[in-house]
């Protein structure tokens, strides 16, 4: 069966055939990669527990599929293009045998360094194509990648390296980012002090600044790869794993303090990734990708490494930030490498947007065949710009929807093939089978209604677990509705069948497309020295999405209320890192509670928002009097 679908009549009919017969679906997509032996049975689940197993009993390696099964046909065409930071640098293209080579290579040091089949390895890392060879040789050796993206804290990726943990880290001397440098071997020692379990670290040479290197414990990139080609065996044979064994581990945020990590296996992964990339985007041999997220996030992991090399596409990758040297950036890459599709995220384009379009003067967007936009809904505003400036009315538009959880695309148009709406993610996949339920967890049936976003049959790219606790991957995921797959999304199916996210209807923010959760911004805010208690919400802001926005109590400030703010501030940054500094910071006698002491957030959001005229009953308040306060000195 066709990894692509080349009609919407097709569409409707491969979609009826995926819900109906569901296993027979998934191994037709499965038999379009390389397996060293094809499984036994398709499928076997229950979300009870939750236990989802796909294709059991095959042995695969994802990067014979990434790499080895490409290089008889496309041993020489690129597989990864590479734009540094700095426009000034050279670019880097690496073909398929290259990154071959190159992965192999890396695998081999890894193995000098004692990593080996199920061990944990975090990867700290600057948007360079050593980024993806790490990535790729772990996935060679079995080994379990576990990515923390470069602006997060010493002590977030002390939590993560301690929670799955690792042994070895892999980083970098430091990272560009626009006109800012940041030290990330410097940010790694500071993480080292509370992880034992570390006993190695791998630190590549990016920005040449000065690092410390402890002996018997931090080793240089370039020389391990010295020894490696000293010992002169260039090859790396890919360790078999089963396709339910792990793949990498993706910490993500929830409604508690405490980011879990998300695992995603070998087999289920590679399928789902491979089948929505090439479907969703329609990709054709030859045509240049770019996706503009970070290797950080999922969709780094699924749409700039895994699905696309296990599709032979080019891919490429960009160190740099959209607005440097100028707000033009993203458009000379497009006309340099004159790429053909570009999947990137709202808010991206509504800082762009924001430039002016004197920014677009006399770039030649012409090669852009079909554009992508993830990670939050997108504003008919932004739809239209992208549409009208970016696309000139001749790319569709594909707004697509999906999780860390869920590993791949899930409701989204398929370019050229399906219809797509501005602000509507439109229409499931085949293979997926999304349904709204009330607060009750009933189905609500038919067309022109909203409700909470479940899934009720599983997909290869779901999640099978949490690390090191089942229990919470359950108690989140598969316990508020009985049988179902809870999103955790709010979401509109309008009288066309058309699905269209609303927005989160847990404790979970999305700034700017990255994943934050109050509860975690408040444990960090709680954890400066003059503050009694706070309370996190979101608020719309015009360029993030949303924006986060702190009540805070704290009587005894030091020095002035600005110097706090700013105090907290640093806190914040230090204890997870500067994306979930709050935007705002209000200065309150006390919080709203029931009776009972539970904070009442919808009364903290509306203010916050701005809506202050109606903010419903709250004569359960314990003291309604501090909501006038509140309004009075809302920000
Ligand atoms: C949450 C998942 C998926 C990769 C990037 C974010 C929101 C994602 C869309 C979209 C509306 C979207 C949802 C979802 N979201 N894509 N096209 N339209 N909302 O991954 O950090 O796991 O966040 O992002 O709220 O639950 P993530």
Redesign the pocket.
Known sequence: MNLKIASFEEYKQVYQQSVEQPEQFWEGIADNFLWRKKWDKALEWNFKEPSIKWFQGAKLNITENCLDRHLEEKGDTPAIIWEPNDPNEDHRILTYKQLHDKVCQFANVLKNNGVKKGDRVCVYMPMVPELAIAVLACARLGAIHSVVFGGFSAQSIADRIIDAQCEVVITADGSYRGIKEVPLKSVIDDALVRCPSVKRVIVLTRSHTGVSMIKGRDVWWEDEVKKVETQGNPDCPAVEMDAEDMLFILY??GSTGKPKGVVHTCGGYMVYTGYTFANVFQYEPGEVYFCT?DIG???GHSYIVYGPLSQGATTLMFEGIPTWPDAGRFWDIVQEYKVNILYT?PTAIRSLMSFGDDMLKGKDLSSLKKLG??????NEEAWHWFDEKIGHGQCPIV????????GGLM??PISNVTPTKPGY?TLPLPGVQPILVDENGKEIIGNGVSGNLCIKFPWPGMLRTTYGDHERCRTTYFATYPDLYF???GCLRDEDGYYR?T??VDD?L?VS???IGTAEVENAINMHSSVVESAVVGYPHDIKGQGVYAFVVSPNKHESEELTRKDIMMTVSRIIGAIARPDKIQFVSGLPKTRSGKIMRRILRKIAEGETSNLGDTSTLLDPGVVEEIKSGAL
């Open positions: 993500t945020s997220a996030w999922i969709t995220a936009s993830v990670g939050e809904p997108i707004d697509t929807w999906w999780q860390t959880e869920t409701i989204s993610a999103t955790g999304d996210i927005g989160r979970v999305n497309g990255h994943r």
